[in-house]
Nanobody
Framework: QVQLVESGGGLVQPGGSLRLSCAASGSISGIAFMGWYRQAPGKQRELVAGITSGGSTSYADSVKGRFTISRDNAKNTVYLQMNRLTPENTAVYYC??????????WGQGTQVTVSS
């Protein structure tokens, strides 16, 4: 069983930055894909950024050039660096790990609020 613990959310002013972290309690060996999703009130959960086992990254069009996903295998952790934040980025952010054995795990979510 793998548990994911997110941190780094909070309140930030427009134009500011935050870095989210997602640490796995178990091994990340065998992970196929690590992603950050978000869900704003009244909206569906959407994929914001992802990174494959081979290191390829992908981003939602709305965050390209502002958000960066990265990982530290030694720390079993994936990060989301968010720059130039706007109020539209306000949401609960979730990390998700998908393994090659088809198991997948979600974090509990961390609130990001962008407001002046």
């Amino acid at each position: 069983q793998v548990q994911l613990v997110e941190s780094g959310g909070g309140l930030v002013q427009p134009g500011g930055s935050l870095r989210l972290s997602c640490a796995a309690s178990g091994s990340i060996s065998g992970i196929a894909f690590m992603g950050w999703y978000r869900q704003a009130p009244g909206k569906q959960r959407e994929l914001v950024a992802g990174i494959t086992s081979g290191g390829s990254t992908s981003y939602a069009d709305s965050v390209k050039g502002r958000f960066t996903i990265s990982r530290d295998n030694a720390k079993n952790t994936v990060y989301l660096q968010m720059n130039r934040l706007t109020p539209e980025n306000t949401a609960v952010y979730y990390c998700h790990f998908a393994y090659y054995n088809l198991r997948n795990y979600w974090g509990q979510g961390t609130q990001v609020t962008v407001s002046s």
